[in-house]
């Protein structure tokens, strides 16, 4: 069965300094991958996808994202961050197949404290 | 982002009774799903839907049932509220299954006490 593991609940790190989320999924095929951040009160926004292809993903508000097949990770990165990067964030894993009906199982999640 | 709404926004109820989740989106998407979103667990799916009158089940999914009888509306129902399902609740969209982006409502908070 698919799963996707985010080994950090919580992580502080000091505005400016680089940003490193983990995610690691099991999956017996090659995986649709997507990063999505919540605000506090809001919805899930898109960060950034993987699918096919390079496997070094740029996203929005600065942030990219490495598929290792070898290693089954996805992890997220920011060189600097921002205090508006404190949030929460979500790893997904999404399935192949003609059968497949968009389904996407989340990880428990990553909050992101910045300190000024 | 895609128009999507979700009502009420913030709901308390009590044990034994029925409540009905609201999704509305302009988008005009085939796929819409409801999540629900603990602590610790992040989003799991509730129920999906890949057309109108065509839904399934996900990993959580009982104790609730859906409905969709237009392209633009989803509806989530408790059938008889626990504690249980205090939660909060995301509905999404997306315009194809495979490879496509999940644009997410704004949430609706319940609680049943």
């Known amino acids: 069965a698919q799963s996707v593991t985010q080994p950090d609940i919580h992580i502080t790190v000091s505005e400016g300094a680089s940003l490193e989320l983990r995610c690691n999924y099991s999956?017996?095929?090659?995986?649709?991958l997507f990063w999505y951040v919540q605000s506090p009160g809001q919805g899930l926004q898109l960060l950034l996808k993987?699918?096919?292809?390079?496997?070094l993903v740029q996203g929005i508000k600065g942030f990219e994202a490495e598929f290792k097949r070898s290693q089954s990770s996805f992890n997220l990165r920011k060189p600097s961050v921002h205090w508006s990067d404190a949030a929460e964030y979500f790893c997904a894993v999404g399935a192949h197949g003609s059968s497949n009906t968009g389904k996407l199982i989340f990880g428990q999640g990553t909050t992101l404290q910045v300190k000024p | 982002d895609a128009g999507i709404t979700q009502s009420p926004r913030h709901k308390v109820t009590e044990t034994g009774t029925p409540v009905t989740l609201r999704c509305h989106q302009t988008e005009n998407h085939r796929y819409m799903y409801w999540y629900r979103q603990d602590p610790g667990h992040g989003l799991r799916l509730i129920h999906y839907?890949?057309?109108?009158?065509?839904?399934d089940k996900g990993e959580v999914s009982d104790g609730y049932s859906v409905s969709r009888s237009k392209t633009e509306d989803f509806l989530l129902t408790l059938e008889s509220a626990t504690s249980s399902q205090t939660s909060v609740y995301f509905c999404?969209?997306?315009?194809?299954?495979?490879?496509?982006?999940?644009?997410f409502g704004p949430g609706t908070r319940l609680l049943v006490l």
């Open positions: 993987y699918f096919s292809g390079d496997t």
């Open positions: 999404a969209t997306s315009d194809r299954a495979n490879q496509e982006t999940q644009y």
């Open positions: 839907s890949y057309g109108v009158k065509d839904t």
């Open positions: 999956y017996g095929a090659t995986p649709y």
